[in-house]
């Protein structure tokens, strides 16, 4: 047998002698590529998919005194803190998106706007070390490991869902008021899910092969952090360097948050089907790679 030559079409090899990519393998990711059976896959393992994500929010908090209250205190300690350096320290504000001259008022917009990154950097940031971190459901079970980056996902939901409380009580406080609009969050949090699952699936695996991925994926989460319009406002941004912040879903989901939490804003469909398409597209991309690339997972770990 002829051996993999890393950049043919017979196989990438990572380094690692077995190539990782094959025909036959590219042949599988186009059959992964279609919705449906992934679909049907993750509902198959619908209880398997709750209990792991109930045992990452219990987790958590496993052997501290105070148990799920921590949910709230760590919200409303760095809505604190937030506030105070980006506030107080750099005295930002929204004078053209709802908030005025108030600290509180731009303590509740902020805060909205880091809820909507939290529920994408979260599960991000512990992507690479996800398989790598279980490496008996690999090795010893049978185990679909494709539901654990769900799990996260669902997790991160979570404590995300009850920031938005605090946020959404901090706003009846300063703002006087609930927009409707706060039914439509569950939408606008809809594609950075899925873009945070595809990314996900996408790390998980190549961190198995590339135990570098982790502090990329780092030092990426803090560039796009600043990237995001969290703590300040579009308009700050020059005009000629705005429509590098258009191709950003985040930005374009963190201020369809904001607009539905804070200003009772519905948000522009189009820019909502555009962070939905882009969402979706990388979920299945990474969920293909992940199902060809995890045959692979038992030799590395």
Not at 9 to 31: A, H, N, W, Y
Not at 123 to 136: C, D, H, K, S, T
């Amino acid at each position: 047998m002829s051996a993999a030559v890393p950049g043919r079409l017979s196989g990438t090899t990572l380094g690692l002698g077995e190539p990782i990519v094959t025909i036959d393998s590219c042949r599988q990711l186009l059959s992964y590529l279609l919705p449906g059976p992934g679909v049907a896959t993750l509902w198959q393992h619908r209880e398997l998919i709750v209990q792991f994500t109930k045992r990452e929010i219990q987790g958590r908090y496993k052997g501290s005194h105070l148990g799920f209250l921590w949910s709230f205190i760590t919200p409303v300690v760095m809505l604190l803190v937030y506030a105070f350096v980006f506030g107080v320290v750099f005295k930002a504000r929204w004078p053209h998106e709802g908030g005025g001259d108030s600290l509180a008022e731009f303590a509740v917009v902020m805060f909205a706007g880091q809820l909507a990154f939290q529920a994408f950097a979260e599960p991000v940031g512990r992507a690479a070390g996800l398989i790598v971190g279980v490496p008996n459901f690999v090795k010893k079970v049978v185990f679909p490991l494709q539901i654990l980056p769900v799990a996260v996902v669902g997790a991160a939901i979570y404590h995300v869902a009850i920031g938005m409380m605090i946020a959404l009580a901090g706003s009846v406080v300063v703002f006087h008021s609930i927009p409707w609009t706060v039914i439509l969050i569950p939408l606008s949090l809809l594609p950075i899910a899925m873009l945070a699952l595809g990314l996900m699936w996408f790390l998980a695996s190549l961190g198995v092969y590339l135990r570098d991925v982790g502090n990329v994926v780092s030092v990426c989460l803090q560039v796009l952090y600043f990237a995001t319009p969290i703590f300040y406002p579009v308009t700050a941004i020059p005009e000629d360097y705005r429509f590098i912040m258009n191709l950003n879903p985040l930005a374009t989901m963190v201020n369809l948050v904001r607009g539905h939490l804070i200003l009772g804003s519905v948000g522009d469909l189009a820019s909502w089907m555009f962070a939905f398409g882009a969402g979706f597209v990388v979920m299945q991309l990474g969920y293909a790679w992940f199902n060809v690339t995890r045959k692979g997972f038992a030799d590395v770990l």
